[in-house]
């Protein structure tokens, strides 16, 4: 029909998205045998819309692209799309919102609590006969602990609720909030994150990645902290500096740590990350749950239809900058 919607889906996601593009008829959905941009580059010259997984989005792809409107992200990161050149594009990017946080936090607690409670080393213990080991008393309860929550945006700040409730106290830290507003989630507040890191008796990251996070959590940040402290990182890849993660562990400088997110994805065999025991990875999972993947999949679907319709969530745009560049098609 005249007037369709050219969607390129590089990845496929779950059926539940899929189908909700695919019953409109005013959409022209495209899904490439492949992801790399050979199978799929054709189609930008016409292309209003796309819809991105893990495939990374230079700027090349948009300048191929002139007709593009929006990119729908699965997922919260945007680090796979060059932003500045959407900016300059003025390229709505938009991401699931809300659509995984609760998952993020489930996996966060499940990863505070196999760290505090042993769980893998036990599980390793009753396989290899050593079941008395539990009498050497490594496990910890979380009630009363303290936890430092870098970032309180969807995923923090729905943390600290649960935390909360679970007996700890928590230390919270965001730029983008005030010291009353830090309070009003139920967190301690602090300005500079460093300042606390004695205190805390468990990190953990939820901030995006960016220039001033790369490696925030490095050699002096370990070495400040208890050597009965636990990090986890559900964020990105390198917000902790791995290195210096690797070193505070074997140097005894806090105690264990968990990973769902490395800065190599998946980890090559030989990597160091793979041979310490007092580190528990998980392969950036924290989303890969069906509830999670449903819901996300709908989300990327509906920013592509809402954006047709005029009725785009302002909440799951990325960089606001470029709404007054989309007039009538942004709710709100």
Excluded at 32 to 54: F, K, N, T, Y
Excluded at 103 to 128: G, N
Excluded at 201 to 206: A, G, Q, R, S
Excluded at 292 to 315: K, M
């Amino acid at each position: 029909m005249a007037g369709r919607h050219k969607v390129i889906c590089i990845q496929a996601i779950h059926d539940k998205g899929m189908q909700i593009l695919r019953d409109r008829a005013d959409i022209e959905l495209i899904v490439p045998d492949s992801q790399e941009p050979q199978a799929w580059q054709h189609h930008l010259a016409d292309a209003a819309g796309l819809i991105v997984r893990v495939q990374k989005i230079p700027r090349w792809i948009m300048e191929q692209a002139p007709n593009l409107k929006i990119i729908s992200r699965h997922g919260v990161g945007v680090d796979n799309i060059d932003m500045d050149a959407a900016r300059d594009h003025g390229i709505i990017v938009a991401t699931v919102g809300q659509a995984n946080a609760a998952s993020v936090v489930e996996h966060t607690l499940a990863l505070m609590l196999a760290l505090a409670k042993q769980i893998p080393q036990f599980d390793r213990d009753v396989r290899t006969g050593d079941y008395w080991r539990k009498l050497k008393l490594d496990a910890v309860d979380i009630r009363g602990r303290t936890v430092l929550i870098i970032g309180l945006g969807r995923i923090g700040s729905r943390l600290a609720v649960v935390l909360n409730a679970l007996g700890m106290h928590c230390i919270g830290v965001d730029p983008a909030y005030s010291a009353q507003q830090i309070e009003a989630m139920g967190c301690e507040a602090a300005v500079d994150f460093r300042s606390v890191l004695p205190r805390a008796d468990f990190v953990t990251v939820h901030c995006p990645m960016q220039p001033d996070t790369r490696g925030m959590i490095g050699t002096a940040e370990l070495a400040a902290m208890k050597p009965t402290a636990y990090v986890i990182n559900c964020a990105r890849g390198g917000i902790v500096d791995e290195a210096a993660l690797l070193a505070a562990l074997d140097k005894g400088q806090i105690k264990a740590a968990a990973l769902d997110v490395q800065v190599t994805e998946p980890p090559t065999p030989d990597d160091p990350l793979l041979k310490c025991d007092r580190l528990i990875l998980t392969p950036h999972a924290a989303t890969a749950t069906v509830e999670c993947i449903q819901a996300s999949a709908v989300a990327v679907a509906h920013n592509i239809t809402e954006y047709f319709d005029g009725c785009l969530t302002r909440e799951r745009v990325f960089d606001p900058s470029v709404i007054a560049r989309h007039p009538g098609r942004i709710a709100g």
